[in-house]
C-alpha cells in the first residue's frame, strides 16, 4: 500500500469519526496555540523593553524624589531633609568623575494655553539645556533654551509634539505666545514627535509628546514643584522651608523631581550606582527620601523573568501536548478494538504488517498534523487579541511555530507507536473471528 493511498484512508477514517477525531485533537491545538501566544507575549516585552532601553542609552541612571509620610515624614522635617534638591545634582557632578553629564527635572503644577484657547493639561518640566542630549530627545524646529536663558530666568519655553498639535494645531508655534498657570512664556522651540511605548514594560514611562520644558530657574522661581503622593508639610516644616529659603543658597536647596546621570563609560553604571546613594544620604542625613533605578539593570532583571514565566508557560504547553498525545493514544488503542475485524481481513489479503503500522501512524500524524495547524491559527488569533484588546506588544516568532509544529507531529509519532503495533500484533485468524 502506497504512502497517499495510507493519507486518504486516514482522512477518510478521520471524517467518519469528526467528532472524536475533533475531541482527539484539542489537547494538541490548545498545545500549540499556547506555545505561540506565550512567546509572542514574551518577544514582545523583549522588544518593548529594548526599544525603553534604547531611547533612553544604556548609560543611564535615574534618581528619583520620593514622597514620605507619617513617621518618615517627620523625621525627614527633624533633620531638615526634604527630599531631592538642585543641589544633589551639583554635587553629583562634581564628587564623581565619571559622570558625563547630570540633568535635574522639576515637574511643577500648571496648565497651558494659548490666548482664548482653552487651557490644556500637560507635563510642565523646569530643566537645563544638556536635557535633549542626555536623552537623546532632539529639537524639531527652533531651539532649546541655553545658558543665557538659563541664568537671565527667560521666560521660554519647548513644546513637545502632542501638545503643540493640542494648541496649535498645524500652525507655526515658534515666536507665539503661551500661558502657563499664570506666566507668559514664548515658544522657542518643538520636540520631536517621539515613539511612545503604551504597553506594559520594565518601567513606567511617560508620553514625552505631552511635555513642556521651561528653563529651571524660571520653573523655581514661579511655580510650586509637583508631587501628588506627598502629604501637607506641617507649620513648623514650613518655618524651615522659608528659613531655608531666606539663604544665599536657595537655588540648590530648591526641590527637584528627578535627576537624569550619563556616565562616560557603560562599565561604570554599577559602581557608580553604588555610589550614588551613599553621597546623596550623607547629604540628606540618612534620609532615604529618593531612590536610584538602572534602566538597564531592570531589563536584565525582567529577561530574567520573562525567562522564567516562559519556561513556566512551556511547561504548561508541554503538559498539554502529553495530554493530546496520551488521549491520541487512547483513541487510537479504541479503534483497535472498532477495526480488529478490518485488520483481520486486510492481513488475510496480503497485507502485512508493517501496513498495519504504517496506517495507523499515518491516522495519528494526520490528527496531530491537523490539530497542529488549527492550533497555529489559534495562536497566532489569540496572539492578535491580546494585542488587540489587553494592548500589549505581541511579536509573533517563526521559530515558536515552527518548534510547536514540530512537537505536535513528534507527538503523533511517539504515542502512535505503541497502538500501531498493538494492531499490527493481531493473530490474522483471531481477529476475523472478532465480533
Request: some cysteine; glycine content about 8%.
Amino acid at each position: 500500500m502506497s504512502l497517499l493511498n495510507s493519507i486518504l484512508i486516514a482522512f477518510r477514517e478521520i471524517w467518519s469519526h469528526r467528532m472524536q477525531s475533533f475531541l482527539t485533537m484539542l489537547g494538541v491545538i490548545f498545545g500549540v496555540a499556547a506555545v505561540i501566544a506565550m512567546v509572542s507575549i514574551g518577544e514582545g516585552a523583549r522588544h518593548e523593553a529594548l526599544q525603553q532601553i534604547k531611547m533612553m542609552g544604556t548609560n543611564i541612571i535615574m534618581v528619583k524624589r520620593l514622597a514620605l509620610s507619617g513617621e518618615e515624614q517627620a523625621r525627614a522635617e527633624e533633620k531638615w531633609s526634604y527630599g531631592l534638591n538642585y543641589g544633589d545634582e551639583l554635587s553629583i557632578r562634581q564628587v564623581l568623575p565619571q559622570v558625563l553629564r547630570a540633568v535635574p527635572l522639576r515637574q511643577i503644577f500648571g496648565e497651558i494655553g494659548s490666548g482664548s484657547l482653552k487651557a490644556k493639561s500637560a507635563k510642565i518640566f523646569g530643566t537645563t539645556p544638556d536635557f535633549p542630549l542626555i536623552s537623546r530627545f532632539s529639537i524639531a524646529r527652533g531651539r532649546f533654551f541655553n545658558d543665557d536663558d538659563l541664568r537671565s530666568k527667560n521666560r521660554v519655553c519647548v513644546l513637545g509634539a502632542e501638545i503643540k498639535r493640542q494648541i496649535f494645531a498645524y500652525e507655526e508655534s515658534v515666536g507665539k505666545k503661551v500661558k502657563i498657570g499664570e506666566t507668559w512664556f514664548t515658544v522657542i522651540g518643538e520636540m520631536e514627535n517621539r515613539a511612545f511605548l503604551s504597553g506594559k514594560s520594565v518601567m513606567e514611562t511617560r508620553n514625552m509628546n505631552q511635555d513642556v520644558y521651561i528653563p529651571l530657574s524660571v520653573s523655581i522661581e514661579n511655580f510650586q514643584i509637583y508631587n501628588p503622593q506627598a502629604t501637607a508639610p506641617s507649620r513648623q516644616a514650613i518655618r524651615k522651608m522659608i528659613a531655608s529659603m531666606a539663604t544665599r543658597q536657595t537655588l540648590e536647596k530648591s526641590p527637584i523631581s528627578e535627576i537624569i546621570v550619563q556616565v562616560g563609560d557603560e562599565s561604570e553604571i554599577m559602581e557608580t550606582a553604588a555610589f550614588l546613594p551613599r553621597l546623596l544620604l550623607r547629604k540628606h542625613r540618612d534620609i532615604m527620601d529618593f531612590e536610584v533605578i538602572i534602566p538597564s539593570e531592570l531589563l536584565r532583571q525582567s529577561q530574567k523573568t520573562q525567562r522564567i514565566f516562559n519556561m513556566i508557560m512551556a511547561a504548561i504547553a508541554g503538559i498539554s501536548l502529553l495530554v493530546g498525545g496520551i488521549g491520541i493514544m487512547n483513541i487510537m488503542l479504541a479503534t483497535i478494538s472498532q477495526r480488529t475485524k478490518e485488520i483481520g481481513i486486510r492481513r488475510c489479503v496480503g497485507a502485512r504488517r508493517s501496513h498495519i503500522i504504517l496506517q495507523f501512524l499515518v491516522e495519528c500524524l494526520v490528527i496531530t498534523v491537523l490539530g497542529g495547524v488549527i492550533g497555529i491559527f489559534l495562536g497566532l488569533g489569540l496572539s492578535w487579541g491580546i494585542n488587540h484588546y489587553a494592548h500589549w506588544i505581541t511579536i509573533v516568532s517563526h521559530r515558536a511555530i515552527v518548534i510547536s509544529f514540530l512537537v505536535s507531529v513528534s507527538v503523533g509519532i511517539i504515542f502512535g507507536l505503541y497502538p500501531a503495533y498493538r494492531a499490527a500484533s493481531l493473530d490474522p485468524v483471531q481477529a476475523l473471528k472478532y465480533e
